[in-house]
């Protein structure tokens, strides 16, 4: 199983890109997907999340601003990033799972099993 994550860039603040995650192999119709970032010397933290059954999960940080979607006909997550502050910049990366992960487990990315390669997203003030 592959994760192709693009879509990042550089980007003045309050302005909006769309990360795609792209995943081969396996088909992920069921289960769950979700989008992790790190800042520069900081820890990975839970960004958003989807489930089958369009279940949605969003960090407080980024609740309203971004807006996370899949095409399970393209096997392809989107995370729709808007009004984007320089405290976003980071490196973000979707990670997957075959299991439909609830609340209290979507933020821990221990509980996926498939990660793809970062993709940097830079917000200029």
């Known amino acids: 199983v592959q994760l192709q994550a693009s879509g990042g860039g550089l980007v003045q603040a309050g302005g909006s890109l769309r990360l795609s995650c792209v995943a081969s192999?396996?088909?992920?119709?069921?289960?769950?997907i979700g989008w992790f970032r790190r800042a520069p010397g900081k820890e990975r933290e839970f960004v958003a999340a989807?489930?089958?059954?369009?279940?949605?999960g969003y960090a407080d940080s980024v609740r309203g601003r971004f807006t996370i979607s899949r095409d399970n006909a393209k096997n392809t997550v989107y995370l729709q990033m808007n009004s984007l502050k320089p405290e976003d910049t980071a490196d973000y990366y979707c990670?997957?799972?075959?299991?439909?992960?609830?609340?209290?487990?979507?933020?821990?990315?221990?509980?996926?099993?498939?990660w793809g390669q970062g993709t940097q997203v830079t917000v200029s003030s």
């Open positions: 990670a997957a799972t075959t299991s439909n992960l609830i609340v209290s487990t979507r933020r821990n990315p221990a509980n996926y099993n498939y």
């Open positions: 192999g396996r088909t992920f119709s069921a289960g769950t």
């Open positions: 989807i489930r089958s059954g369009v279940t949605f």
